[in-house]
Every structure is written in C-alpha cells, then in structure tokens.
C-alpha cells in the first residue's frame, strides 16, 4: 500500500519540532549575547550554545543568534521573555514562559489559547509564588553511575541528588546553578540536560473528564506555539484518565 501522504505527514511534523527546537535555542542564545559576544567571557553564553550543540543547532544559527543579541545584526528585533501567569478550572496554576520577537503576536497567540481552552490570563506573580524556582540537572546514567555522581555532587552547593527513572537529577538552587554546572563540565561529566524548572508548593488534581481532556489539548497547543520555551503546572492526572483522554483525542477531532 502507497503510504506518501502519511510519510510526509510524519516528516512535516518532525521538522516542525525540530525547528522549534531550533528557534528557541536561538532565542536563549540571542539574549544571553545581550551581555557579551564571547562565549569565554559570558558563561550565560557558553552554556546556552553548549546546550544548543547538543540539539544538533547549525553553527550557521548560532553565529546569527549571537549577532542577532549583540545588535551586530541591526535590523533584528530584540528577544524578550514573557512570563504568563493564571489558574485552570479547578484552580489548577500554570506559569508559560515566552521568548519572543513580536510581544504583539505572542499575546495575541496566548489570549487565543487561553479563551479557546476556557482558561483566564491573570496579572503577574497572581500564581508564580506558589512555585520555587529552581535549576535541573540531567545526568545520563548509562554514561556515568549514580554512586560517582553523587560523590561529586557533594563538592558542589547542590541542593538535592536522586535517581529517577532514565536520568541522573541533581536540584540547585538559582545562584548556585552556573558554578554547579560548570563544576560537571570541568569535571568531564556529560550533562543530558539542564533548565530552569519551577516546582509547585502544592498539586492540584483534575479528576474530570472534560477538564483533562482541555488541559491536554492545551499543552499541545503550547507545546506548538514556536515562542513558548515551557510550561509549568501543579495538576495531577491520573494514569488511568490521562490514557482515556490520550484515547479520545487519537479517535476524534476535538473541537471548542
């Protein structure tokens, strides 16, 4: 059987990650440049390009993004963050994290998401504080065993060290993070991944059909959005109604 469209389907939508991928590294590398061009003078920019190579960035999209950040390319609009703040049915909170070039168009792309998913955009810090920001550290286990990890974890000001399922997750505090980091890096550690993350105080469990089901659809339409870098929530599905509605949504066109 002939199976083009659906080939190509499949394709579009990898390429469509990974070009967000792309461009959000390009993002976090145009902003850390606002502070310097070399990567051996700025550590903000030492990191966000290293992360970037790991994604497999171009060289070619980095050079731009650093220009673009140090206004060398001068017709480029200047890369912001936005943070939105507001609660879900239920009193879910949720804090979206933006990078963008257009404010104009990145609101208007939130406000669409939030009244077609039934959701109120509230003022700043009106959720924030019911989260602790810290920064995350992903250590692969299959390169490096937990017990050397955590030997060297205690040379550090590390917060906290555990083993999750497939990754290695050390917790530091905000101005720890750079000089933590960079201790792995010296020390010959490959880093999976490392990010900010904002950890709720308190979890809040949609129990709802309906509401898991727009929960759901929601993050898809963040996670597609080419400005959000992530999103932080503290609701809680349950595995039982998350695989109802992930059934639902593969069987139907949900429409609002």
Known sequence: MWRGPVVAKRRDAVNAVKGKVFSIHAKLIAIAAQSGWDPDQNPWLAAAIYKAKKEWVPNDNIERAIKKGTGEDKEAAQIVWIMYEWYAPGWVALVVNVLTDNKNRTVASMRHIFTKYGWNMWESWAVAWMFKRKWIIFIDPAKHDFESIEALTYETDAEDICMEASYI????????????????????????????????????????????????????????????????????????????????????????
Request: proline share 1%; glycine share 0%; hydrophobic share 40%.
């Open 169 to 256: 997750k050390i917790t530091t505090w905000l101005d720890d993070f750079s000089s933590v980091e960079n201790f792995f890096i010296n020390n010959n550690i490959a880093l999976f991944e490392s990010k900010l993350d904002y950890i709720p105080d308190t979890d809040t469990e949609i129990t709802e059909f309906e509401k898991a089901l727009k929960f759901t659809k929601m993050m898809e339409a963040f996670n597609e959005d080419e400005d959000v870098e992530w999103v932080a929530t503290n609701e809680v599905i349950s595995d039982e109604l998350q695989k109802e509605v992930d059934a639902f949504i593969e069987k139907n066109t949900f429409k609002t």
